[in-house]
Every structure is written in structure tokens, then in C-alpha cells.
């Protein structure tokens, strides 16, 4: 089992996501560091576990507001140990790796066509995005048409996302079980240990995780039970 912290970022700070209501975002406060600005906060996820990847949200480029890539390369650069999985709405952003596996881009269904990943050349991630009121977003073609996908996908639940009321298990069992030769990654509601462990025994090996951390409901002595 792998957990793969996450990082919003908006406007060049970490931000707390709750249920993809983007524009409402504020500054992350947590228990974890007296900082929201991304670096401190990757140090101190790392002050909770030696994690090896990280999950990034680039807000700004989501909501076609800007970006966030000048950010995104400082943390390139000052964690080059690390591995990045990045979503920000674009198929080729402005970024400067440290080394060429330090950088996997995720390309969302809420952001592109079934016609841009029939191009991509490049490894990617595919997230399946789910909205706040659980519908998919974008184009349903891509949520059951495994020829367009890659080996990963993100299953990724908005309407979980920050409420601590655990995952959807039974879309991830719907499409672990439909598609086994794919590994997903759970992505919403994640509380504690006991959710991780559920998601263990489903076959699921990566799990998104934010809220869990920063409310210290998933701490080290957790990790090192799952992990």
C-alpha cells in the first residue's frame, strides 16, 4: 500500500480542497506546520512519514486563472528526491524537472477529450472525475473505454473530498473488479487507518490523502502498520 499526500496549491499557497468548490478555497491552517506555503508543507508530511510521491493540484490552471508553475519547479528542485504526479488542466505546462521520473502528469477527464489522450505520447495518469454531486465530469466516453487509458488511474471522488466521511467503495470495487488489469488510486474521504485498509483488501495499492494527515487521524504508528 502506498499513500500519496496531496498538495492544492492556488495562487502559490497550499490551500484545503473540500468537495471541488475551488473558488472557495482558503489557506491551509493545520496542526502538521505554522506555514501554508508548499515547501513547508511537503517538509512536514515528511516529518510524519518518508513518503516518495507527492500529489499536485495546480488550481489556478484549472480554473483557467493563471498557474502555478514557477512554484511547481521551486519544489522540483528543492525536493529532487521526490516523485510528483501533477494535475493542472494541461497537457504540456512550463516545467522543469529535476530528473525525467521525477514528473508524471495527470490528465484529467474534467479538463481534456477522448482526441487529446489518442495523442499523448508521453506517461501519463488518468483521473476519472467525479463532481461534487457525483456525476463524471467531461466526456463519458472516457470512463469506459479502457483502449483510451493508461495503467493508472485515479478514481476521483469531489463530493468526498474533505468530509470525512470515507470513500466510495463501491465505485472503486465496480471498477476494480471490471477492470483488473489496471491499478487505480482512491482519491476522496480517505479518514483513517481503517479506510485504508478496506481499500487493502479491495486490491487497491495507492490512496490520495490530505484531510487524514493534517487532522492526525492517520499519524505515523497508522503508517507503518499499512505501509
Not at 493563471?66 to 505546462?93: E, H, Y
Not at 489518442?118 to 495518469?125: A, D, E, G, P
Request: glycine fraction near 6%.
Amino acid at each position: 500500500m502506498k499513500v500519496i499526500p496531496v498538495i492544492d496549491i492556488k495562487s502559490g499557497q497550499a490551500v484545503l480542497a473540500k468537495q471541488g468548490d475551488r473558488q472557495n478555497y482558503h489557506a491551509l491552517s493545520t496542526p502538521l506546520c505554522s506555514s501554508s506555503k508548499p515547501a513547508d508543507v511537503i517538509q512536514a508530511y515528511l516529518g510524519v512519514w518518508d513518503f516518495e510521491k507527492f500529489y499536485l493540484a495546480d488550481l489556478d490552471s484549472l480554473m483557467g486563472i493563471g498557474d502555478n508553475s514557477a512554484c511547481i519547479n521551486v519544489l522540483f528542485r528543492k525536493f529532487p528526491q521526490l516523485n510528483f504526479i501533477v494535475d493542472c488542466g494541461k497537457a504540456s505546462p512550463d516545467y522543469s524537472p529535476a530528473n525525467t521520473t521525477q514528473y508524471t502528469a495527470i490528465l484529467g477527464t474534467e479538463s481534456f477529450s477522448p482526441e487529446v489522450l489518442k495523442k499523448q505520447s508521453q506517461n501519463f495518469i488518468l483521473s476519472l472525475d467525479f463532481s461534487a454531486e457525483d456525476f463524471p465530469l467531461g466526456d463519458a466516453l472516457l470512463y469506459n473505454t479502457p483502449s483510451l487509458w493508461p495503467k493508472e488511474l485515479i478514481i476521483m471522488s469531489l463530493s468526498l473530498v474533505g468530509k470525512n466521511q470515507g470513500t466510495d467503495l463501491q465505485k472503486i470495487t465496480n471498477y476494480q473488479k471490471q477492470y483488473p488489469q489496471y491499478t487505480f488510486i482512491a482519491a476522496g474521504g480517505i479518514r483513517d487507518l481503517n479506510d485504508l485498509q478496506q481499500l487493502k483488501k479491495l486490491g487497491i495499492q495507492q490512496a490520495l490523502v490530505a484531510s487524514a494527515l493534517h487532522s492526525k487521524q492517520l499519524q505515523k504508528s497508522d503508517l507503518a502498520q499499512i505501509l
